[in-house]
């Protein structure tokens, strides 16, 4: 009897839980983005928080469920957008470019909710008529002010080029060209890739200038193939390009050339601030992939638009009056910036010796901000009044963070910060009173007399005679922390390619490169395109072991991905602040069909190519009769592959829905154009335009088993 009254109270508990839930109300976010797009992606990590802590509140105090509503736009914006309205969505984020938002801006402007897009293009919040789109991440023109801040001012560059690859980066370079001239440096020579010249005779041009900083804009293609050409002829300045990390702009550049290339962004999955940290951990174990600058730009939207609900009024007004609001970007400030813009937060970065891009300044505007954290908020110590000094002589420290140091001058030791608006009283000063002395943790610090605000007569302190001058170069070595440290040294995959639906094995080193032995711990990644999860257990690992560890799975869809490999997943091991930031391990890897045959092969008008090589019969023939042509036989189809490169293909990619033509003109084969073929065996294969004329054609080609 006790058991079946329990089982009700039980039955009726869940019962009053599910109604509960369903009661709560929804409110519904469109994403004009793909399904696993970077948009839609940083959208659902924020979405999923929010949600998981109780939901959004709205300014009644009431709570309620977010709920993404996902339309790819790059097909079809108007039906996307129809589908969007008929949702009755309360706000939308996306389309991602530029180009995408200014040619649907009318549709846009129709939803009659606020827009907010990570496109940085300079031009789209000014094309606004409505004012009801927002964007979430710092415009060109900022990306641009911060890299000339960085070269002048960091480097104390004054002879600097810029190259314009093409005209869709126009606005980028007059960005960047109007900040550098307005800090006294106006770029010389300015090039523009004109349609009829060659990349040579740019190289050849800058070669001759030598400039000391070559700041590039443009075509990935076309930039990396300029920065090689200008280290193979010896131009040995410092190469900035905004988008470094593009993949085509990498598979031109040699390895061995990509380290110390400048690049700008407005977050990068490097910086170790706690809250980049957060939600770079947070976002590799939800979907087990790197987020870039979209995906973070689209998660501090969905939290924009959470703190506007909060707030009484409309939700675009509301949007616009948030201030000071913390973000995985930096500091957020709508309230303070021109209408439709939320941060002016850029990165300014480089390349590393194994391609990572390192951060070496962030910036909020004009201002340059510890590279450590998002974006400290200005004044947020009140500025003091003379009752709360410190009794006799006393500092307040003006900069953003000041060194603490155990002598008068740079060659020693630091013991510690203070942070700007921080007071502390004078106890002493040197003979020439350029530098002050504090009591600082129980020890003599000090500080630099011009970097500080002081208070009351100086010459009142005694002076104190400074420590011996440290030798130089000679650091003492802090005892470190007993502490494991697990890091990830290497992966490499068996077989490789992977192979679809076949077994494939990552094989993993990992390390203790603390002082301290691990107990257990979990290794694990989530494998793309299948989101495969795979973990491994290890069961100890002492100081200075490595151990191999195999992630074993299968996956069915053939691509180029990159996955991350997180050790101590779970947060077994207590590694310390540092030792937490490198359990990340970055691994590409692809998967494909086997190659049944591959080669090159010139056919002149008549000829027959056979993909296969088995001289049972032919796929294609260069045909002259009745109108040059490349004609598909004995059943093979035919078609172009836009937008890639024989490299970069792969089974899938040869898709027989669009590889689907009896003949191609001569008309469409064009230098380096990619023709699919589906075999007359049914064999999927890719052919690369090597050259053709009207009576010759010369391909690269290789087929593929299936």
Same mark, same amino acid.
């Given at each position: 009897?006790?058991?079946?009254?329990? *089982?009700?109270?039980?039955?009726?508990?869940?019962?009053?839980?599910?109604?509960?839930?369903?009661?709560?109300?929804?409110?519904?976010?469109?994403?004009?983005?793909?399904?696993?797009?970077?948009?839609?992606?940083?959208?659902? =990590?924020?979405?999923?928080?929010?949600? #998981?802590?109780?939901?959004?509140?709205?300014?009644?105090?009431?709570?309620?469920?977010?709920?993404?509503?996902?339309?790819?736009?790059?097909?079809?914006?108007?039906?996307?957008?129809?589908?969007?309205?008929?949702?009755?969505?309360?706000?939308?984020?996306?389309?991602?470019?530029?180009?995408?938002?200014?040619?649907?801006?009318?549709? =846009?402007?129709?939803?009659?909710?606020?827009?907010?897009?990570?496109?940085?293009?300079?031009?789209?919040?000014?094309?606004?008529?409505?004012?009801?789109?927002?964007?979430?991440?710092?415009?060109?023109?900022?990306?641009?002010?911060?890299?000339?801040?960085?070269?002048?001012?960091?480097?104390?560059?004054?002879?600097?080029?810029? %190259?314009?690859?093409?005209?869709?980066?126009?606005?980028?370079?007059?960005?960047?060209? &109007?900040?550098?001239?307005?800090?006294?440096?106006?770029?010389?020579?300015?090039?523009?890739?004109?349609?009829?010249?060659?990349?040579? #005779?740019?190289?050849?041009?800058?070669?001759?200038?030598?400039?000391?900083?070559?700041?590039?804009?443009?075509?990935?293609? =076309?930039?990396?193939?300029?920065?090689?050409?200008?280290?193979?002829?010896?131009?040995?300045?410092?190469?900035?390009?905004?988008?470094?990390?593009?993949?085509?702009?990498?598979?031109?550049?040699?390895?061995?050339?990509?380290?110390?290339?400048?690049?700008?962004?407005?977050?990068?999955?490097?910086?170790?601030?706690?809250?980049?940290?957060?939600?770079?951990?947070?976002?590799?174990? &939800?979907?087990?992939?790197?987020?870039?600058?979209?995906?973070?730009?689209?998660?501090?939207?969905?939290?924009?638009?959470?703190?506007?609900?909060?707030?009484?009024?409309?939700?675009?007004?509301? =949007?616009?009056?948030?201030?000071?609001?913390?973000?995985? +970007?930096? *500091?957020?400030?709508?309230?303070?910036?021109?209408?439709?813009?939320?941060?002016? @937060? %850029?990165?300014? &970065?480089?390349?590393?010796?194994?391609?990572?891009?390192?951060?070496?300044?962030?910036?909020?505007?004009?201002?340059?901000?510890?590279?450590?954290?998002?974006?400290?908020?200005?004044?947020?110590?009140?500025?003091?009044?003379?009752?709360?000094?410190?009794?006799?002589?006393?500092?307040?420290?003006?900069?953003?963070?000041?060194?603490?140091?155990?002598?008068?001058?740079?060659?020693? #030791?630091?013991?510690?910060?203070?942070?700007?608006?921080?007071?502390?009283?004078?106890?002493?000063?040197?003979?020439?009173?350029?530098?002050?002395?504090?009591?600082?943790?129980?020890? +003599?610090?000090?500080?630099?007399?011009?970097?500080?605000?002081?208070?009351?007569?100086?010459?009142?302190?005694?002076?104190?005679?400074?420590?011996?001058?440290?030798?130089?170069?000679?650091?003492?070595?802090?005892?470190?922390?007993?502490?494991?440290? *697990?890091?990830?040294?290497?992966?490499?995959?068996?077989?490789?390619?992977?192979?679809?639906?076949?077994?494939?094995?990552?094989?993993?080193?990992?390390? @203790?490169?603390?002082?301290?032995?691990?107990?257990?711990?979990?290794?694990?990644? &989530?494998?793309?395109?299948?989101?495969?999860?795979?973990?491994?257990?290890?069961?100890?690992?002492?100081?200075?072991?490595?151990?191999?560890?195999?992630?074993?799975?299968?996956?069915?869809?053939?691509?180029?991905?990159?996955?991350?490999?997180?050790?101590?997943?779970?947060?077994?091991?207590?590694?310390?602040?540092?030792?937490?930031?490198?359990?990340?391990?970055?691994?590409?890897?692809?998967?494909?069909?086997?190659?049944?045959?591959?080669?090159?092969?010139?056919?002149?008008?008549?000829?027959?190519?056979?993909?296969?090589?088995?001289? /049972?019969?032919? #796929?294609?023939?260069? @045909?002259?009769?009745?109108?040059?042509?490349?004609?598909?036989?004995?059943?093979?189809?035919?078609?172009?592959?836009?937008?890639?490169?024989?490299?970069?293909?792969?089974?899938?990619?040869?898709?027989?829905?669009? *590889?689907?033509?009896?003949?191609?003109?001569?008309?469409?084969?064009?230098?380096?154009?990619?023709?699919?073929?589906?075999?007359?065996?049914?064999?999927?294969?890719?052919?690369?335009?090597?050259? /053709?004329?009207?009576?010759?054609?010369?391909?690269?080609?290789?087929?593929? /088993?299936?």
């Amino acid at each position: 009897m006790m058991q079946r009254l329990k *089982i009700i109270l039980l039955c009726l508990i869940a019962s009053f839980t599910i109604v509960h839930a369903q009661e709560q109300p929804v409110l519904r976010i469109g994403v004009l983005d793909d399904e696993q797009g970077a948009i839609t992606n940083g959208a659902r =990590l924020a979405v999923q928080e929010i949600n #998981d802590s109780g939901g959004v509140r709205g300014a009644d105090g009431s709570f309620s469920r977010l709920e993404l509503i996902i339309q790819p736009s790059g097909i079809d914006m108007e039906a996307a957008v129809n589908a969007l309205r008929n949702a009755a969505v309360t706000a939308v984020l996306g389309p991602e470019t530029s180009e995408e938002v200014l040619n649907g801006m009318p549709l =846009l402007q129709s939803l009659g909710v606020p827009v907010l897009t990570p496109a940085v293009g300079d031009t789209i919040i000014t094309s606004d008529s409505s004012g009801r789109l927002v964007r979430t991440r710092a415009p060109e023109v900022m990306q641009g002010q911060a890299l000339a801040n960085f070269l002048l001012n960091e480097f104390g560059l004054q002879r600097i080029a810029t %190259v314009q690859l093409d005209v869709a980066s126009t606005a980028s370079v007059i960005g960047f060209s &109007t900040s550098a001239s307005a800090l006294g440096v106006t770029p010389q020579p300015a090039l523009l890739l004109r349609q009829d010249q060659q990349i040579n #005779d740019l190289v050849q041009r800058l070669v001759e200038a030598d400039p000391e900083a070559i700041v590039a804009y443009g075509s990935p293609a =076309l930039a990396g193939t300029l920065y090689s050409n200008l280290r193979n002829d010896g131009w040995q300045g410092i190469f900035a390009y905004n988008l470094a990390n593009d993949e085509t702009f990498r598979s031109i550049v040699p390895f061995s050339q990509l380290s110390g290339i400048l690049s700008t962004t407005t977050w990068s999955y490097t910086a170790t601030d706690v809250t980049s940290v957060t939600f770079l951990n947070a976002f590799v174990r &939800t979907f087990g992939a790197l987020p870039g600058d979209v995906e973070a730009s689209a998660y501090d939207g969905v939290r924009l638009i959470a703190a506007a609900i909060g707030q009484p009024g409309d939700l675009l007004t509301s =949007l616009h009056q948030l201030d000071n609001l913390s973000s995985v +970007q930096g *500091i957020l400030r709508p309230a303070q910036l021109n209408s439709g813009e939320t941060s002016s @937060n %850029v990165t300014v &970065t480089r390349l590393g010796s194994f391609g990572a891009p390192e951060v070496l300044a962030r910036y909020e505007g004009s201002r340059r901000l510890p590279t450590d954290v998002p974006a400290p908020l200005p004044n947020i110590t009140p500025t003091p009044v003379p009752t709360n000094t410190p009794e006799g002589v006393s500092i307040t420290i003006s900069n953003a963070r000041q060194n603490v140091r155990s002598g008068p001058s740079i060659q020693f #030791d630091i013991l510690g910060q203070l942070n700007e608006g921080e007071q502390a009283r004078v106890i002493g000063a040197s003979i020439d009173y350029t530098w002050v002395v504090i009591d600082f943790r129980g020890q +003599q610090g000090w500080l630099a007399t011009y970097l500080l605000e002081v208070h009351g007569e100086l010459n009142r302190v005694p002076i104190i005679a400074p420590p011996p001058t440290p030798t130089v170069g000679v650091t003492p070595t802090p005892t470190p922390a007993p502490e494991p440290d *697990i890091v990830i040294d290497a992966a490499g995959v068996l077989p490789s390619p992977i192979i679809p639906g076949q077994p494939f094995t990552v094989s993993v080193t990992v390390r @203790n490169a603390g002082n301290s032995n691990a107990g257990t711990f979990a290794i694990a990644s &989530t494998f793309p395109p299948n989101n495969v999860y795979i973990p491994a257990l290890i069961p100890s690992l002492n100081v200075g072991q490595s151990v191999v560890v195999t992630l074993n799975g299968t996956l069915t869809n053939t691509g180029f991905y990159t996955t991350a490999i997180v050790a101590d997943i779970n947060n077994e091991v207590a590694e310390g602040a540092n030792g937490e930031l490198n359990n990340t391990f970055t691994f590409s890897y692809i998967v494909d069909r086997p190659i049944r045959n591959q080669g090159a092969q010139t056919l002149n008008l008549g000829d027959t190519i056979d993909l296969e090589g088995d001289f /049972v019969q032919g #796929d294609a023939n260069w @045909n002259a009769d009745g109108g040059l042509a490349l004609d598909a036989i004995f059943g093979a189809k035919l078609g172009i592959i836009a937008g890639s490169d024989i490299s970069a293909v792969h089974w899938d990619l040869i898709n027989p829905g669009v *590889i689907n033509r009896d003949s191609i003109p001569r008309a469409e084969i064009n230098l380096g154009s990619l023709i699919g073929i589906v075999t007359a065996n049914g064999n999927r294969g890719v052919m690369r335009v090597d050259s /053709v004329t009207d009576s010759q054609l010369t391909v690269t080609f290789k087929v593929y /088993v299936g």
